[in-house]
């Protein structure tokens, strides 16, 4: 039996799952199916007393990393540290060694990802990251192996578990954000600083990721238009459910037909976008509800597939982990550093369209003077820019009250939307910021 020797940097949730899963079955699961014996000799963590929910023995720990990465026994490295500065150090330093990497790290991708590939490459090593994206759900090997013969035409994530939550919480419960988010936080679900997960940056960090993977050139995060779910409010939840939809947090890409600018530059050939989407009801994702993650994958040749499970999670994530485990030993057992490669940048004239010249569907909902003619002037504004409206809702009001007036807009481009909702702002029967949200119609990049 093929054996190889593993080192870990972080004994914390995911380093405890990946231990954990290791001692429970993990080892004799690999051996039996990938013919190779992992041992695994070190784990760094920053501090020997850390309370830690899966209790590793401390013969195991050290508190230098480079310890791990440096130990002529160690093989492998498995970063599960977290950050983007010294992770960053510390898978560098384990691939100029010449050591396979299995990280978990989206952030770290995010910000670096370019870097640390070229690095792989350079020094022959491979670097792993399916528990980077939607924690248990195998979509990097689905995009990277599975799909390796198909065009990918677009990929629709909700790869943010907390969102997810607080969304299903919402519409399930007719509460506020601030109400689901609080008892999200309470109960563990979501961090103490939301800022990450509700703001929509760790959606971009993995739709980044699945991007560059399906479309072959590095997506570079600001490149990426995110919006998060702060300002979700509940009448929107319940405007849109008349309406036949949900609101979900999207990761989106699509591909676009090439196309040149008026002034001869080409635009961009793929889209990539975080934002909360209204979701027809009847989509196989408006019914993904609480933590649960699903990405929705169409090929050229395979069709519409669709991945669901844990997005996030101890055991989920450790899963994740352990298959890449088993992929870098039986690199290391055939002697092959790029038997399955991580990324391998193929698309020279690959770039992002910005998403002001793409097209969709929008819900736009204004809170208007119930007044004769006020639709009128909205709708002449809208026809001015050869918008058209597909759909309008007004709940019964009281003449010269505000009462809120939902409009569902046809396929117009968001530049144009953006301006036209700037011109109906400033009318005098119009109080407060207009509302708008995209709604998702799945049938992929349009121009
Ligand atoms: P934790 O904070 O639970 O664990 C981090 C671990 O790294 C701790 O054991 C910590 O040590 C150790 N550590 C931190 N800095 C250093 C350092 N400089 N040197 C040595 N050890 C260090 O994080 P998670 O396990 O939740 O997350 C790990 C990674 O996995 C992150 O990149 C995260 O984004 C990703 N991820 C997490 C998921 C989850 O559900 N939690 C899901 C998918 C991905 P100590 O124990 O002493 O504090
Ligand atoms: N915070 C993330 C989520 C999990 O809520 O999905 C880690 O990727």
Redesign the pocket.
Known sequence: MHQVTLGM???????GGVYKALHTGGVSLLASRAGVRVRLKRI????FD?P?KVEIPEKLLT?S?REVVEDPEVQIVVE????TT?AREMALAALRLGKPVVT?????LSAHGEELFAAAREHGANLYYE??VA?GIPIIKALREGFIGNRIESIYGIVNGTCNYILSRMEAEGADFEEVLAEAQRLGYAEADPTLDVDGWDSQHKIGILASLAHGFWVRPEHIHVEGIRGIAQQDIRFARQLGYSIKLLGVVKRLRPKRRPDGSPAGTIQVAVYPALVPRQHVLASVSDSFNAVFVRGNVVGETLFYGRG???DP?ASAVLADIADAALDLKHGVPDRVPAFRPHEQNGSVRPLGECVSRYYVRLTVTDRPGVLARVAAILGEARIGISSVMQPEGHEGRTVPLILMIHDAPNSAMQEALDRIRKLKVVHGPAVMYRVEDFEGGKD
């Open positions: 940097i972080g004994g914390g949730t995911v380093g760094a963590v920053k501090a850390e830690r508190t990393w599960l540290a977290g950050g010294v978990a790290n989206k952030a770290l528990a980077s924690g996030a999670g101890q994530t």
